[in-house]
């Protein structure tokens, strides 16, 4: 019998990671916030991965191992695969997810990011700049997630996130030669 934990539970958990690591832990620092958040992605990536890939015959080459990423791994994880890959056939792919469950709570007026109840313009670039960037700390979490299931295949690489339009986002994963 397979443990599992609610939805709720995870989506909590992770909410409150990046709201610790951002306003209490660092919060002068959000470069240090992210590093941290990252790092503890990547070690529950690689600790998830070595669950899910252990009675699997070891991969070819990259595109395979990103297939199980996309396919195996992030159905685990999600419940769903990957809506889209791309690749360029040089070492870079993007994962796109058209609706990633962790940003489906993240608001997209910027109004809501600003902590200042007298700057009510949320069209102005500081209120932007503070959406943008707690919706980018969500981010370091799954990207950390990612770089660290792949590294447990051997495959050593950076992730990076990208937002269009809000649930929708895209991994973009550069193997490093």
């Not at 998830?48 to 991969?59: D, I, N």
């Amino acid at each position: 019998m397979g443990r599992e934990v609610a939805e709720s539970c995870v989506d909590g958990v992770i909410m409150e990671m990046v709201s610790a690591y951002c306003s209490r832990f660092y919060a002068n620092k959000p470069e240090l916030a992210a590093r941290r958040i990252d790092a503890i992605g990547f070690q529950v990536g690689q600790q998830l991965c070595e669950r899910y890939a252990m009675e699997r015959p070891r991969f070819n080459d990259h595109l395979e191992a990103i297939k199980f990423i996309c396919k195996d791994f992030w159905s685990e994880l999600f419940k769903k695969q990957i809506d889209n890959l791309k690749t360029n056939h040089r070492g870079t792919f993007v994962l796109q997810d058209n609706c990633f469950r962790w940003l489906t709570r993240v608001s997209n007026d910027a109004a809501s990011a600003n902590n200042d109840p007298s700057e009510s313009d949320p069209s102005s670039p500081t209120a932007e700049n503070k959406a943008a960037q707690a919706t980018s700390m969500y981010l370091y979490f799954p990207c950390g997630i990612i770089r660290g299931a792949l590294t447990n295949l051997g495959i050593p690489c950076a992730v990076s996130a990208d937002i269009s339009n809000l649930p929708a986002c895209s991994f973009v994963v550069r193997i490093k030669p």
